[in-house]
């Protein structure tokens, strides 16, 4: 992968290093039940805002330089939040039997159907980000920037494969551990990256990649896989 910046790699590993050390931390502490559920949700409804943020800073200067600027400030919030609040979800999946909380809505499952399908589904999302790596020269979170559209592999059948991964991953998270309000969450968390996605997203990407990615745009679906279409050329 080529670092055009290697200062400002090195600051956004830094940035990563210290965003994964405080997650270890609130694994390690447990929260009341209050404070355990307004990590789950509230992470999650703070993407609404911080998407409509970066959506006004890309729009007050639409260039590829301000939308390159723009993916660090909101790209390190948005997956610190995501990161609360799967912890926390984990958290509450691991002891929601002993303790009385919306974690007891069971479903009639067994827990190993779950775990086969968050297994598969967790693949789906680290398929992903290897495929934006060694097709689009990139990393997920402005970790390193995208040089190139990944067309093709998983991004030839649906324009968001990681999304779509991440989100059936925690669908399946809930279904192993049997958890009613967990699969409720993940759903929460679905509108959540959708509206990221249709609000920040598309947009920054329309800006570094101009008509190449409205013409993938309009060729590949948003989320759900089809058929690839036939691919006349790749943006290098």
């Known amino acids: 992968m080529n670092i055009k910046h290697p200062v400002q790699f ?11 050390v405080l997650w270890s931390w ?18 999650v409804l703070l ?8 959506r006004k800073l890309l729009d007050a ?16 919030p948005l997956v610190f939040l995501l990161g609360i609040a799967i912890v926390e979800a984990l958290k509450i999946g691991l002891r929601h039997a002993a303790v009385s909380i919306p974690g007891d809505w069971i479903i009639p ?12 589904t967790g693949a789906v999302g680290v398929s992903a980000v290897v495929t934006l790596a060694l097709r ?6 402005a970790i390193a920037l995208s040089q190139r559209l990944a067309l093709d592999w998983l991004y030839a059948w649906t324009r968001n494969p990681m999304v779509l991964g991440t989100l059936f991953a925690l669908v399946s998270m809930g279904l192993m551990f049997r958890s009613l309000f967990l699969v409720l969450w993940a759903l929460l968390v ?30 590949t679906p948003f989320l759900w896989p089809r058929k690839p279409q036939a691919i006349q050329g790749h943006n290098q």
Request: glycine fraction near 6%; proline fraction near 4%; aromatic fraction near 12%.
């Open 10 to 20: 090195l600051l956004k590993l830094v940035c990563l290093i210290i965003i994964i």
């Open 61 to 76: 200067r639409p260039t590829a330089e301000r939308a390159a600027q723009v993916n660090v400030i909101i790209h390190f």
């Open 190 to 219: 679905a509108s959540a990256l959708i509206f990221m996605l249709k609000v920040y997203e598309e947009r920054e990407l329309e800006l570094r990649f101009g008509d190449s990615y409205r013409t993938y745009k309009r060729r």
């Open 26 to 43: 609130q694994a390690d502490h447990a929260f009341s039940l209050a404070a355990s559920l307004g990590l789950l949700i509230g992470s």
């Open 136 to 141: 689009g020269l990139g990393a997920p979170f």
């Open 109 to 120: 499952l067994p827990a190993q159907v779950g775990l086969v399908l968050f297994v598969v």
């Open 47 to 54: 993407y609404f805002p911080l998407c409509y943020l970066g």
